[in-house]
Structures are given as structure tokens and as C-alpha cells.
């Protein structure tokens, strides 16, 4: 099991997902903020960068926040 911290950004032209050199990671997101639609670009982002299922990839906190914290399982 692995926890990263996650910034996101939503409404952005393009989806990524990039390391920063202090440890966290920074991600752009398409979608807006509306109905939980960048948590779950987040989570399918996370889980093809990590080459995990969906379902092992959970937002641990920060849901409605920019900050998050997401718990990969192995």
C-alpha cells in the first residue's frame, strides 16, 4: 500500500499526472469539479500511471479540496 499527496488542478486542457521533486505530485485535470467528476478522472489517472484497477486506487482525504491524499493498494 502506497500513499501519495496529490494538488490538483480541474478545468485544465489536458490530463496529467507528474512527480515533484519534493515528493508530491501535481495533476491536470479535464473535468470540472462538479459531481465528483475530477475525483474519478483522478482516480482512473492514477490507477493507468501506477498500472492498478480503479478499484485499488481510493481518495483517503481531500475529496473536495485541491490537496488530496490517495492510497494506492497492491
Request: aromatic share 2%; hydrophobic share 45%.
Amino acid at each position: 500500500m502506497k500513499t501519495i499527496s496529490v494538488k490538483v488542478k480541474p478545468n485544465a486542457r489536458t490530463s496529467a499526472l507528474e512527480a515533484r521533486a519534493d515528493g508530491t505530485w501535481h495533476a491536470t485535470l479535464k473535468s470540472p469539479p462538479i459531481e465528483g467528476r475530477a475525483n474519478e478522472e483522478l482516480i482512473a489517472l492514477v490507477a493507468a500511471h501506477f498500472n492498478v484497477r480503479r478499484a485499488q486506487v481510493t481518495i483517503k482525504s481531500g475529496a473536495a479540496g485541491r490537496l488530496k491524499l490517495v492510497r494506492i493498494e497492491d
